[in-house]
Nanobody, 118 residues
Framework: QVQLVESGGGLVQPGGSLRLSCAASGFSFSTYAMTWVRQAPGKGLEWVSAINTGGGSTSYADSVKGRFTISRDKSKNTVDLQMNSLKPEDTAVYYC???????????WGQGTQVTVSS
């Protein structure tokens, strides 16, 4: 059974940090690129960051570049998103997704809520 389970969300003040984690199981994690996508209240999905299968190539949306860092641990089958200098506009449900090919996402997690507010 394929599972992507996100954790680490919560309420944080502006300027604070959170670390999201996504635990994968039921598929060959090392052969899938991993992506974080978010959805703010009342808005559509926004691509946030991605990492390739080997972990050596990462990319970020301009809105988070320099503040967020994506990483993956093949021994634990996890992909993390370190989020620093958080802003209220980062408030969203964050999802991790797995892609075998660049054409789309094969698996999705259930999401974790991040709220940035004073």
């Amino acid at each position: 059974q394929v599972q992507l389970v996100e954790s680490g969300g919560g309420l944080v003040q502006p300027g604070g940090s959170l670390r999201l984690s996504c635990a994968a199981s039921g598929f060959s994690f090392s052969t899938y690129a991993m992506t974080w996508v978010r959805q703010a209240p009342g808005k559509g999905l926004e691509w946030v960051s991605a990492i390739n299968t080997g972990g050596g190539s990462t990319s970020y949306a301009d809105s988070v570049k320099g503040r967020f860092t994506i990483s993956r641990d093949k021994s634990k089958n996890t992909v993390d998103l370190q989020m620093n200098s958080l802003k209220p506009e980062d408030t969203a449900v964050y999802y991790c997704a797995a892609s075998y090919r660049p054409s789309g996402y094969d698996y999705w997690g259930q999401g974790t809520q991040v709220t940035v507010s004073s």
